[in-house]
């Protein structure tokens, strides 16, 4: 097999060998086949039990040999099967075990999968185990992204090593719907802790002018921009997750666990009285100047980027790059591309010295954690901001008022910008018209962005929950729309029915 690459580890104890095999869970997903190579007593089984009980996130789930049985399957969130070949007399077999199908909706794992060698996958992972001294040698080799996830788990275990936390339980976490990842990291008389798995951003191909949309929409391209807007805001006043440890090149943080406080009430639903609290922190760091260059480390300044009207553009255009083609069954037209910007950039026009300063960019529901036992703004946690960028400080009240995850009212949304627009009449002099005209503008901005990124993240991603967010943001991007000043734009989207659904 070409392009096979392996490592190796050395196992000390039983100890070890669990958290290898909760390594390996952090890492693998469906579709994943496991071989595991070693002789009796290797170790095999209590790698397996570490690997399924950290996917069923449970440290007592009951995991017997599969031995007698050839196949154990786990309903975990991502299912796991555990297959023992050793008492399988060909490959033929197999079919009736059925391990396609459970390689096609989940994990397997094969313990002695000499015994069907010819049916393993090409792009299967062999992991090793054998005797040394007191403890064991593995050896995992492979190739490909199966590999390469496996590989970077286990640079996150070395990462806790040298901060002390070696051995943790990991727990996987929810994240987001970028390339980052997160998990728990829990000790035994120690407050738990959050993990992040933020790699290097891959740019992707030219859309424009030679660059990549990454670079025109100024999205943060490493984990340097998260620690230097950490230090920030949290110097500002901002509760902000502390950094325990850090390793930029690699993009590992270990991060303060803020706690699991929920913004939305027990149903989902949101609570006016936190979003209110949430407009008024935001008042607060809108009040304040903030520098573009910002410390991360010891010679590592972040350039904190401007919302600037090439990402500006950028970001509405993926409202006629993906969901018109959703609508119309065709890509747009060269006049609808062109009238539409040119629309657009009637109206970005109107942005000019419109209360610039620190946007966060994704300030709703899923990045506000309520901590009901605190006091002021120490009652909201603030988790997401790497992309932060330097402009309309409008945008952020938009992304809270017209939470993209949750169904904000007309009511809820008009006495949350009150409160924000209260918050910044009592600091001092605040022009509210030219903020409520901003507000619109970022409004319909940001909401025409994300019908964009919402089909894309089905059509691209293969994510399809997201499509039930549609008809939300059209009913805001209808609200923003109504604003006198949007008049040109509103008519541009009813004549070329851009606001059209579509069946999912």
Known sequence: MTGVRSLQRFLPDDAATFRLGEDLAMALKAGDVLLLDGDLGAGKTTLARGLIRALASDPLHEVPSPTFTLVQSYETPVPVHHFDLYRLSSSDELEELGFDEAVASGIALVEWPERAADAMPATSLRLGLEHEGEGRRVTLSGQGDAFDRVARSLAMRDFLFTAGCGEARRARFPGDASARAYETVARAGHDTLVLMNSPRLVLGPPVRDGKPYAEIAHTAQSVAAFVAIDRALAAGGV?????????????????????????????????????????????????????????????????????????????????VDWYVPAVSGAPASAELRNGYRAAWNAVFDRLADKQYGLVLRDYHSPNIIWRAGKNGFDRLGIVDFQDALIGPVAYDVASLAMDARVTVSPGLENSTVAAYVAARHAAGDFDETAFREAYAIMAA???????????????????????????????????????????????FYRDNRLLEEFDA
């Open 239 to 319: 509760t902000v997750p502390g950094i325990v440890a850090q390793d930029l090149d690699q993009g590992f943080l270990l991060l303060e666990h803020l706690g699991s406080g929920a913004f939305l009430d027990a149903e989902g639903r949101p609570v006016a009285e936190r979003y209110a609290a949430a407009a008024e922190l935001l008042a607060m760091v809108h009040c304040k100047h903030w520098d573009d260059r910002l410390e991360a480390a010891i010679g590592v300044v972040h350039q904190v980027p401007p919302f600037d009207r090439e990402a500006l553009m950028i970001e509405v255009d993926l409202l």
């Open 445 to 491: 901005q940001r909401n025409s962005k994300i019908l964009g990124i919402f089909v894309r993240l089905d059509r691209r991603d293969g994510k399809p929950q997201y499509l039930k967010h549609l008809p939300r943001i059209r009913d805001y991007l209808h609200r923003a729309l109504a604003h006198p000043t949007l008049a040109g734009l509103r008519d």
